[in-house]
């Protein structure tokens, strides 16, 4: 996402470089190809005249520090300017009553149903909510049977009632049975269709009078642009809804609808869709998202997933292992498992600043650490534990086992023992401060 964004927006600031004030003229140059860059990602015209004029105007007159080039100023200034595009600040659910009520809305195809598992996922993983959900696509017989399969696989509670065609009935029932159950928060599937309708407008309609929601979150594909946001404003008009998710964020989307929609609807965006797992959603925070879009990474987006996989008794578990040059194949091989929780491998390295630019034509396979995976299994529980242990004789039989070779085994017990090193290392106050007085000279 964004990619092509990120890389013309680059080359705009270049027509800066080596430029030593910030004047009207090559501020409009740079504009101009800005413009240009922000129309090629389908954000809508209006909103890209606007947001361009009102870049050059807050970056003409500044004062330009001796320690900061004129394109690190502009970055600052489009930095700040796109955050305030893109909502300001992060937009949280409102939790009220008992239970709160979340009503899901948006078209066939948006990825409506799949949002709704991951949304009852991540307030049961994260905010310790127990939520109940409704299946109220009465049209879509499939629908029920995939909320039904998500609910089993995340194991939260789903109503549907498959004898029932009134999802007005359906909704007010699983609201019902929620008080009864201590459920919450309720979150009602709706029915899309394959484009916007009166009859589907009316309908959810009457389900937003009879339920009166906390919160209507509508679902829109992200790759489908400026009719995303037409598509936002048409239902907004109609429901007033509260926020917006954006789904499909890691297809080859141009952006446009994230830069857009709020400036056309003003409503927030609250959460993005970033994969099929259903832990692959993020709270939508409109400041890391501008650091991204410019190349800057978004550090602290990485260390909030880390710290979502990574269990605190454990840590400190394997932190005394460390210190005590015990770190094993076992603990490696668990930490592989936590870093594939947390997204595919490219994604994880454009959060970390210069790697996105860096990473941008290299292909990332998901599947890199099969290998390494297949390499550990092969070992018998004393050479796990045991790393020590693994002489040639047991090599050979490894790569064999794992359907490698010995020059890839050989590879992955070296960068174990370098690895084993570092750690014991950063584990050592002494050794720490010694490493840090090297530093400037090194």
């Known amino acids: 996402m964004f990619e092509n964004l990120s890389d013309k ?9 080596g430029q030593g004030t910030i004047t009207e003229i090559n501020v409009a140059e740079t504009m101009k190809e800005i413009r240009k860059a922000l129309l090629d990602a389908d954000v809508n015209y209006k909103t890209a005249k606007t947001f361009t004029d009102d870049v050059k105007q807050k970056a003409i007159g500044q004062n330009v520090l001796t320690a900061i080039s004129p394109g690190q100023l502009l970055t600052k200034v489009m930095n700040d300017e796109l955050t305030q595009l ?37 307030l049961k993983t994260q905010k310790g909510k127990k939520p109940l959900l409704v299946a109220g696509d009465v049209y879509r017989p499939a629908a029920i049977e995939q909320l039904k399969v998500l609910g089993e696989q995340i194991g939260v509670p789903v109503y549907a009632n498959m004898e ?82 954006l789904t499909k964020l890691d297809g080859d989307t141009r952006g446009g609808a994230a830069l857009s929609i709020k400036s056309v609807v003003n409503k927030p965006i609250k959460f993005v869709g970033t994969g099929e797992k259903m832990e692959a959603l993020d709270v939508f925070h409109p400041d890391r998202m501008a650091s991204r879009i410019l190349g800057m990474g978004d550090v602290i987006s990485l260390v909030e997933r880390a710290q979502q996989q990574f269990d605190e008794k454990e840590a400190a578990e394997l932190q005394k292992k460390i210190r005590k040059n015990k770190f094993d194949f076992n603990d490696f091989f668990g930490q592989i498992q936590q870093i594939k929780k947390m997204g595919n491998m ?11 630019k860096a990473m941008k034509d290299v292909e990332v396979d998901d599947n890199a650490f099969k290998s390494i995976e297949a390499i550990i299994q092969s070992m018998t529980p004393y050479e796990k534990s ?19 070779n010995l020059t890839e085994v050989n590879r ?3 960068q174990f023992d370098d690895m084993r090193k570092v750690m014991k290392q950063m584990s050592n106050p002494a050794a720490m401060a010694s490493m840090m007085k090297r530093m400037p000279k090194m």
């Not at 927006?9 to 470089?17: C, E, N, P």
Request: glycine share 12%; no cysteine; aromatic share 4%.
């Open 346 to 356: 490219k994604d994880l390295m454009g959060m970390i600043p210069g790697v996105g």
């Open 412 to 414: 992955l017990i070296k």
């Open 9 to 17: 927006l680059d080359r705009a600031f270049k027509v800066l470089k």
């Open 164 to 245: 029932s065609k009134d999802p007005v009935a359906i909704a007010r029932e699983g609201v019902a049975l929620a008080k009864q159950n201590g459920n919450n928060v309720v979150i009602v599937d709706t029915a899309g269709r394959l484009s916007i309708d009166e009859a589907m407008m009316v309908e959810i309609e009457q389900v937003k009078a009879a339920l009166n929601p906390h919160e209507i979150l509508f679902v829109v594909d992200a790759m489908t642009g400026q009719d995303a946001v037409n598509t936002a404003k048409v239902f907004n008009d109609r429901l007033d809804f509260t926020g917006v998710v």
């Open 386 to 404: 045991n790393p020590d242990s693994i002489n040639q004789s047991r090599r050979n039989r490894i790569a064999k086992g794992s359907g490698t």
């Open 86 to 122: 893109m909502g300001g600040s992060t937009a949280e659910l409102t939790f009220a009553g008992s239970p709160t009520v979340i009503l899901i809305g948006g078209l066939n195809g948006a990825g409506k149903t799949t949002f709704t598992g991951k949304l009852a996922n991540y």
